[in-house]
Nanobody, 124 residues
Framework: QVQLVESGGGLVQAGGSLRLSCAAS????????MGWFRQAPGKEREFVAA????????LYADSVQGRFTISRDNAKNTMYLQMTTLQPDDTAVYYC?????????????????WGQGTQVTVSS
């Protein structure tokens, strides 16, 4: 069984930065791609970023490209999301998820384990 625990969320002013972490249990972390998703109130969960098993390939949603950076440390079983130039539209619960595959993808259906989420609130 895989457990994912997010941390690092909080309240930040527009233009500020936060770094989210996702700690994974188990021995298979390094075999699979990982992703970040977010869900704002009244909206569907949406893709934010994904990273391949090796960390060499990353995908980003257009809305965060150039502002967010995804990374991972397989030795620590941890994934990160560095968020800069945050805007009120970035306010959401952020979830980390483990992919069924080695390469990251955009679809929620390609991810089989999910964390409980961490709240990010950006004030204007």
């Amino acid at each position: 069984q895989v457990q994912l625990v997010e941390s690092g969320g909080g309240l930040v002013q527009a233009g500020g930065s936060l770094r989210l972490s996702c700690a994974a249990s188990g021995r298979t972390f390094s075999r699979y791609a990982m992703g970040w998703f977010r869900q704002a109130p009244g909206k569907e969960r949406e893709f934010v970023a994904a990273i391949s098993w090796s960390g060499t390939t990353a995908l980003y949603a257009d809305s965060v490209q150039g502002r967010f950076t995804i990374s991972r440390d397989n030795a620590k079983n941890t994934m990160y999301l560095q968020m800069t130039t945050l805007q009120p539209d970035d306010t959401a619960v952020y979830y980390c998820a483990r992919s069924r595959y080695g390469s990251g993808t955009y679809s929620l259906r390609d991810y089989d384990y999910w964390g409980q989420g961490t709240q990010v609130t950006v004030s204007s």
